[in-house]
T-cell receptor, first 112, second 116 residues
C-alpha cells in the first residue's frame, strides 16, 4: 500500500529559527512529490519535485528530493509568525492523472 | 489568481437535507477532478476521482449514494452530500491538474460544511 509519512507531526519554534520538515514515502511508480502550505482554508502550492538532488527555492523556503532514499525535506529559514501553518507533503504515483497521496502534515507554530 | 474555484465557502444545513458543492476550473479544461475531505487537525483524505462524462471513482469506504459526484462538463464538477448528518460536517476540497503548468495540482478554496 502506498504511503507518505511526515515528521515531526508538530513543531513549535521561535521567530528567526530555521526548521526542517521531513517527508518519506513508499509508493509504486513514483512520479512527483509536492509540498503544500495550509492555513485556514485550502492548501496552497509550494513546490513540486521530480528529480533527485535539485533544490527548489522560493524566498526563505527550499526543498529537495532524494529518490534513492525516498524522502524529501522542506527547509524554512528565519521563520516568521506568518509561517505558522500545516505543511502537507503529497506524492503522485501510479498512472498519470491519479490523485495525490497525502501525509498527515506537520503543524508548525512560530512564536514571536 | 485562483485557477480552481469552489463554492460555497461555508454552508450550514439541517440534518436530512442535501447540499451541493461546486468545483470549477478557471480558464482550463479539467477532465479529472479530485474530491477530498478533511477533518480538523487531520490530513486530506481522497474521497473520489471525478471523471468528465463518466462515473466517478470512489475510494474504499466512501458511500457513492451519499456523496454524489457529477462531472457534466470540462469545467465543472459537483459534490452533493445527500441526507446530510452531523458526522458529515467537514472541510471538503476539490482539486484539478492544471495543464501547461507542469501538471501541478491546484486546490479550490474549500467548503466548510456544518450539519446541524
Amino acid at each position: 500500500e502506498d504511503k507518505v509519512v511526515q515528521s515531526p507531526l508538530s513543531l513549535v519554534v521561535h521567530e528567526g529559527d530555521t526548521v526542517t520538515l521531513n517527508c518519506s514515502y513508499e509508493v509504486t511508480n513514483f512520479r512527483s512529490l509536492l509540498w503544500y502550505k495550509q492555513e485556514k482554508k485550502a492548501p496552497t502550492f509550494l513546490f513540486m519535485l521530480t528529480s533527485s538532488g535539485i533544490e527548489k527555492k522560493s524566498g526563505r523556503l527550499s526543498s529537495i528530493l532524494d529518490k534513492k532514499e525516498l524522502f524529501s525535506i522542506l527547509n524554512i529559514t528565519a521563520t516568521q509568525t506568518g509561517d505558522s501553518a500545516i505543511y502537507l507533503c503529497a506524492v503522485e504515483a501510479g498512472q498519470a492523472g491519479t490523485a495525490l497521496i497525502f501525509g498527515k502534515g506537520t503543524t508548525l507554530s512560530v512564536s514571536s | 489568481g485562483a485557477v480552481v474555484s469552489q463554492h460555497p465557502s461555508w454552508v450550514i444545513c439541517k440534518s436530512g437535507t442535501s447540499v451541493k458543492i461546486e468545483c470549477r476550473s478557471l480558464d482550463f479544461q479539467a477532465t479529472t477532478m479530485f474530491w477530498y475531505r478533511q477533518f480538523p487537525k487531520q490530513s486530506l483524505m481522497l474521497m473520489a476521482t471525478s471523471n468528465e462524462g463518466s462515473k466517478a471513482t470512489y475510494e474504499q469506504g466512501v458511500e457513492k449514494d451519499k456523496f454524489l459526484i457529477n462531472h457534466a462538463s470540462l469545467t465543472l464538477s459537483t459534490l452533493t452530500v445527500t441526507s446530510a448528518h452531523p458526522e458529515d460536517s467537514s472541510f471538503y476540497i476539490c482539486s484539478a491538474r492544471v495543464p501547461g503548468q507542469g501538471d501541478t495540482i491546484y486546490f479550490g478554496e474549500g467548503s466548510w460544511l456544518t450539519v446541524v
